[in-house]
């Protein structure tokens, strides 16, 4: 081996560890508590940590340059599948829900094209946040199988409302109308006979406690469930996040990928923090969609009580 093969090699070897060390624990940050905003932040992209680890692990391995190469393209390839690939879908064994949420940025998102995507989706169940009155109203005489089952929103940035088939509101009930603080998000708790149906809008990581604060609190509201119950909605927190996978773990998430598609910041997602969690319940079919106006794309899912 020459001086110049043998400084290669060893460029190498340390590019290599240090790729390895990096990125794993870049990928074991989504097991720490989120304790401050900017780990949460970075929790988010643990799966850019996992690829670097990948490929530091083969410049470290004895072989030619371009297998490495190749190793390297086949873990980006796994990423990218797990987050786009479609999951196989059975169809459900008694008649589903199709349950649908989205942040609506202020109100901002685009009136014409949200009535059509929702017109198109048909949903059971809406949730949306960020929403003001006006909305509802136009939606409402847009969508006329829908009404409003939860308090009239506050306003477009802290307004959140949940809208039912009318062959589901009949006899619905407001069981709590908890707001997540500091930002005063609406996150009403809407019953059926049943059907339990919480709409969420944490607050976001910026203020931790209060985050965690929001995500203990529906941790507790799926504990004390008394029957199927659906939690849906901008959740401010992906499964990268220990508290929200605590949260999940005794239901299921609605998913049309392994991962899950993105769904935030639109129009370019790359984490999804938006989810439909269904406990006493299975999940179909599902996907995701966009409106102009909005940082979030929207999310669907059709689902089977037990």
């Known amino acids: 081996m020459t001086a110049q093969q043998r400084r290669v090699s060893g460029i190498r070897r340390s590019l290599g560890l240090g790729l390895t060390l990096v ?17 949460p932040a970075w929790q988010t992209t643990s799966l850019a940590g996992l690829v670097a680890a990948a490929t530091g692990i083969t410049l470290l391995l004895p072989v030619r340059r371009r297998v490495s190469l190749g190793t390297f393209l086949v873990a980006v ?7 786009w ?47 003001d009155p006006a909305v509802i109203d136009d939606l409402v005489q847009a969508l006329p199988r829908l ?29 709590s109308t908890e707001t997540s603080e500091p930002a005063g998000h609406q996150q ?3 019953e059926t006979p049943g059907l339990s149906v919480q709409a969420v809008h944490t607050q976001a990581p910026t203020t931790p406690d209060a985050w965690q604060s929001d995500l203990d609190r529906l941790d507790r509201v799926a504990a004390e469930r008394r029957q199927p119950l659906i939690m849906v909605g901008d959740f401010n927190a992906s499964a990268d996040h220990p508290g929200f996978r605590q949260l999940a ?25 938006d989810h439909i969690v269904i406990f006493g319940g299975s999940c179909g079919a599902a996907g995701s969609f966009g409106v102009s106006g909005t940082d979030h ?10």
Request: with cysteine; net charge negative; aromatic share 6%.
């Open 249 to 273: 773990e005794g239901g299921t998430e609605c998913r049309d990928t392994l991962l899950g598609s993105p769904t935030w910041p639109a129009p370019v997602p790359y984490v999804r923090i």
């Open 297 to 306: 794309r929207g999310i669907w899912a059709d689902v089977t009580l037990d």
């Open 147 to 175: 009404e409003l089952a939860s308090p009239t929103p506050t306003g477009a940035d802290s307004g959140t409302a949940v809208l039912l088939a009318r062959t589901l509101t009949g006899s619905s009930t407001v069981r």
């Open 77 to 83: 390839g796994v990423v990218a599948a797990a987050s």
């Open 23 to 39: 990125g794993g624990a870049w990928y074991a940050l989504r097991w720490l508590p989120s304790l401050d905003f900017g780990l």
């Open 85 to 131: 690939v479609r999951l196989p879908v059975q169809p459900p064994q008694t008649p589903a829900l199709r349950v649908a949420a989205i942040n609506l940025q202020f109100s901002e998102a685009d009136p014409a094209e949200l009535r059509e995507e929702l017109a198109a989706l048909d949903p059971d169940v809406l949730v949306l946040a960020e929403v």
């Open 188 to 190: 009403p708790l809407v």
